[in-house]
C-alpha cells in the first residue's frame, strides 16, 4: 500500500477502502467460526481434533486408545495452567478448595467406634 499518491480526500478514501477490503479478506481466510456453549470444553485443542478425525476415519482400537491419551494429556496441561494461574494470582493455593470447610460431625457419630458409643475416656 503506497501512501504518497494521497493528495486530497477522496484518495485517502480510496486508500482507507483498499485497506478494509485487505484487512477483510484476511480475516476471512484465517478465521473460523466457533460456537461457544454452556458445553464447550476449554481445553480442546488441535491435537484432539486431528487425533479424533484420525479415528473416525480409521476406526481401529489403537487410534481410539491415542485419542483417549491425547485428550488425557489436553485436560492435563490445561488444568495444571488454570491452577497455576490462580496460585500466582492469589498467592494462596488454598484458593482452589474454597468449597471444603470446617465441618462439625454430630456429636453422637463424632465419638461412635465400631457401632459402639464412645461415653467414658476408656472406650476410646
Known amino acids: 500500500m503506497t501512501t504518497s499518491d494521497i493528495l486530497n480526500i477522496e484518495s485517502l478514501e480510496i486508500n482507507i477502502l483498499n485497506l478494509a477490503h485487505s484487512v477483510e479478506r484476511i480475516w476471512e481466510k484465517h478465521s473460523k467460526i466457533v460456537n461457544i456453549t454452556k458445553h464447550s470444553k476449554s481445553w480442546w485443542d488441535n491435537n484432539c481434533k486431528c487425533n ?3 479415528y473416525r476415519s480409521t476406526k481401529h482400537i489403537k487410534d481410539w486408545k491415542q485419542f483417549k491419551r491425547m485428550v488425557k494429556n489436553a485436560k492435563y496441561f490445561f488444568f495444571n495452567l488454570k491452577i497455576q494461574e ?13 468449597w471444603v470447610n470446617k465441618r462439625n460431625l454430630p456429636a453422637i457419630k463424632a465419638i461412635k467406634y465400631n457401632n459402639r458409643s464412645c461415653i467414658e475416656i476408656e472406650d476410646l
Open 52 to 54: 479424533l478425525d484420525i
Open 86 to 98: 490462580i496460585t500466582n494470582k492469589t498467592k494462596g493455593s488454598w484458593e482452589l478448595i474454597n
